[in-house]
Structure formats: structure tokens, C-alpha cells
């Protein structure tokens, strides 16, 4: 009896350092590395190429293979007014693997804000996130916030802009990825509502 349980616990020791040879760089929860060749760099340039040269590719209606939000919020902090925006992927209703999430800004934001630039991703993981029908992970939020400029140093054309949110959501295996865009209104939240009272239309 000693000896069969002496065996299995070796074979289990061996099964786990040959699991952790093979496999040495999975997240925390098994999580395979990411091997695609996607970059903040390339984020960039493909939706930029995209807003300038291909409008068009951009869909304004919710994907069929998953639920995609897009929401906006104003806080008062430390002194300075920021404004979050954030993307959710839930309601997942295909297998999508290694998912990456990228939007943008209106580019007329870069004038109302304290930022060097508007894209944010979360290209910079270095484990993938997979979704699937009921299972954990339920969804995949990317948020930024960003501060805004004094009141006396923002362009009023902000009430139309701040809303613009293109957005892309790639996932798949590497040799088949499928790069869904969107151009969506983030839902403002009652804050933002409040706050973009200061500059109505026709000021």
C-alpha cells in the first residue's frame, strides 16, 4: 500500500515538472503567453489608418457574437476633473480567444485634455484572456481616465465630440483572427450630462 501511494506520488511529481517545463510561462491561472504580433504600435497605426482611410469599416451596431458597451464618466479629484471611458465585451456567445481591446477619441479631445495621445489597449498584457459562453471570465473591461484642461481652456466643440469612441476587438487564434470595428456614442453618465451643460450648442 506504501509503495502504490509512493508511486503515484512520484508520478504526479513528475507529471508536474514536465507540465511546468513545457509550459513555463503561463499566467496565474494557466493562462498561455501571448505569442501574436499585435503592439501599442501597430494598435495605433491600424486604427488610425482606419478612422482616415476606411470610415466605412466601422460598424455602429452590436456585434451578433457578443455584447459590446461603451460608457463615459466625470470625477472630481485632487483638485482636477477627469473624464473615464470604459468598453465592456460580455454576453459572450462564441469561443474568443486571446482577446485584445483597442479604442480611440474623437481626435478634437486631444485639445480638451492632458494627454500625449488618445488610443488606449490592453496590448501590453502579456498573457492572453479568452472568453466563452459561460465561463470565467464573464467579460473584459478597458477603461482610461484622463484629466481635463481648465474650463477656460476648453474648446467648446467638446459636446460633440466627447462621445466618439472607436473601438476595435480582435480575438482568435493566430492564423485566423477575427478584427471587428466599431464607432459607438459612450453613454454618458448624469455627471457627464451636468458637467457638459457648460457648453451647450450654440455657445
Not at 503567453?33 to 476606411?54: A, G, H
Not at 468598453?87 to 469561443?95: F, G, K, M, Q, S
Request: proline share 5%; hydrophobic share 30%; charged share 25%.
Amino acid at each position: 500500500m506504501r509503495r502504490i501511494i509512493h508511486t503515484g506520488a512520484c508520478l504526479l511529481l513528475m507529471v508536474c515538472m514536465v507540465a511546468c517545463s513545457l509550459f513555463p510561462n503561463n499566467g496565474p491561472n494557466g493562462e498561455p503567453r501571448r505569442t501574436d504580433d499585435y503592439t501599442l504600435n501597430s494598435e495605433r497605426r491600424d486604427l488610425n489608418q482606419q478612422i482616415l482611410k476606411n470610415p466605412g469599416s466601422f460598424r455602429e451596431n452590436s456585434p451578433n457574437d457578443y455584447t459590446l458597451t461603451a460608457s463615459v464618466n466625470v470625477s472630481h479629484e485632487n483638485g482636477a476633473d477627469y473624464i473615464t471611458y470604459e468598453i465592456l465585451v460580455n454576453e459572450v456567445r462564441v469561443p474568443m480567444d486571446n482577446v485584445i481591446q483597442s479604442f480611440a477619441l474623437n481626435s478634437s479631445m486631444i485639445n480638451n485634455v492632458n494627454a500625449s495621445e488618445l488610443l488606449n489597449s490592453n496590448v501590453h498584457n502579456t498573457h492572453e484572456t479568452s472568453l466563452g459562453p459561460d465561463k470565467e471570465p464573464l467579460g473584459l473591461s478597458l477603461s482610461r481616465g484622463y484629466t481635463l484642461k481648465p474650463e477656460t481652456e476648453i474648446d467648446s466643440s467638446i459636446i460633440h465630440a466627447y462621445e466618439d469612441m472607436y473601438i476595435k476587438i480582435s480575438y482568435g487564434p493566430n492564423e485566423d483572427r477575427t478584427e471587428d470595428y466599431f464607432h459607438l456614442k459612450a453613454k454618458p453618465s448624469s455627471e457627464v450630462i451636468e458637467y457638459m451643460k457648460a457648453w451647450s450648442e450654440d455657445k
